[in-house]
Nanobody
Framework: VQLQAYGGGLVQPGGSLKLSCVASGFSIDDYALGWFRQAPGKEREFVAGITWNGDKASYADSVKGRFVISRDNDQNTMYLQMNSLKPEDAAIYYC???????????????????WGQGTLVTVSS
């Protein structure tokens, strides 16, 4: 079971970036998925989560209205579209998965069993 996050990079404030999380070794069909981030000197925080069947998504207040989480089970991939990026969005972004079929998105890191290695997002002019 492996999750691999891609798509990080340097973007100017106000810009957009799309992260991908590719799963290998298992099918994400029955997995709840989520994105978390960790900035230097700060704890890992929830960014967005999506239920196993994709019918519900949840966002941290700090990204609501700017970020969109989605999943493509055929591609075994989850995405995070990030728009109107701010300097405070800079962090290492991690994707996570868990086989629990909850009816609401999972927002706590401790609930997830599987983690990707992270991809760095830098927001700077």
């Amino acid at each position: 079971v492996q999750l691999q996050a891609y798509g990080g990079g340097l973007v100017q404030p106000g810009g957009s970036l799309k992260l991908s999380c590719v799963a290998s070794g298992f099918s994400i069909d029955d997995y709840a998925l989520g994105w978390f981030r960790q900035a230097p000197g700060k704890e890992r925080e929830f960014v967005a989560g999506i239920t196993w069947n994709g019918d519900k998504a949840s966002y941290a207040d700090s990204v609501k209205g700017r970020f969109v989480i989605s999943r493509d089970n055929d591609q075994n991939t989850m995405y995070l579209q990030m728009n109107s990026l701010k300097p405070e969005d800079a962090a290492i972004y991690y994707c996570a998965g868990d086989s629990t079929k909850t009816t609401v998105p999972m927002t706590l890191a401790s609930w997830y069993d599987y983690w990707g290695q992270g991809t760095l997002v830098t927001v700077s002019s």
